[in-house]
């Protein structure tokens, strides 16, 4: 079975400095991965997604995010926060054996200091 | 405009009513999702579309909740008897085709039972 491991609850950095958010996932099969960002009272929306293609993902807004295989790692960053970056941040994994069914992490949220 | 839309956005209702909660996905989108968000935790799956074809409900809690889709579009997830563990926010979401595709997630509803 599928599941994801957001190692951080809440993470707090200033703004200008590096952002980096941890996810781990178990899958027996190989996985997609996603990486949403929920704003307060908005919905969810994609940051980036990896489907077995290159291993270093870009997304928007500045992230990106590398798949390690060996680590079943798949860890979220950013070099220059943003306090607009401020949010709910969810790790997904996805098995198409499965079905298509998203499992989400238990989400970061992110703070930014000025 | 034509994101996932949701009505209404937030309920309120009595122990032991019925609800119904509408999700209305991106024309042409075949796969339509509801999960179940729980304050502070990530989305959870409840019910999977493809079509009018429900293919997995295998997240749903219980017999109280049942979703439809009748004519491939629109979709309707229903709570009967409501109770207090039913309060969460409940997302639906909708991808093109299947794969691991990129799901649009509408704002939620928010159901509080009181």
């Known amino acids: 079975a599928q599941s994801v491991t957001q190692l951080d609850s809440h993470v707090s950095v200033s703004e200008g400095t590096p952002v980096l958010l941890r996810c781990n996932y178990s899958?027996?099969?190989?996985?997609?991965l996603f990486w949403y960002v929920q704003h307060p009272n908005k919905g969810l929306q994609l940051l980036l997604k990896?489907?077995?293609?290159?291993?270093l993902v870009k997304g928007i807004n500045g992230f990106e995010a590398e798949f390690k295989k060996s680590e079943t790692s798949f860890h979220l960053t950013k070099p220059s926060a943003h306090m607009s970056d401020a949010a709910e941040y969810f790790c997904?994994?996805?098995?198409?054996?499965?079905?298509?069914?998203?499992?989400f992490g238990p989400g970061t949220r992110l703070s930014v200091l000025p | 405009g034509a994101g996932v839309s949701q009505s209404p956005r937030y309920k309120v209702a009595k122990r032991g009513q019925d609800v119904a909660l509408r999700c209305d996905p991106i024309?042409?989108?075949?796969?339509l999702f509801w999960y179940q968000q729980a304050l502070g935790q990530g989305p959870e799956f409840l019910t999977y579309?493809?079509?009018?074809?429900?293919?997995?409900k295998s997240g749903l809690p219980s017999d109280r909740f049942f979703a439809e889709r009748p004519e491939g579009s629109v979709s309707t997830l229903k709570i009967q008897r409501t109770q207090q563990e039913d309060s969460a926010v409940y997302l639906c979401?909708?991808?093109?085709?299947?794969?691991?595709?990129?799901?649009?997630f509408g704002p939620g509803t928010r159901l509080t039972v009181l």
């Open positions: 024309s042409g989108h075949v796969s």
């Open positions: 990896y489907t077995s293609a290159a291993t």
């Open positions: 899958s027996s099969y190989s996985p997609s």
């Open positions: 579309f493809q079509n009018e074809a429900q293919l997995d």
């Open positions: 979401a909708s991808s093109l085709a299947r794969g691991p595709n990129e799901q649009f």
């Open positions: 997904v994994v996805s098995e198409d054996n499965y079905g298509q069914n998203f499992v």
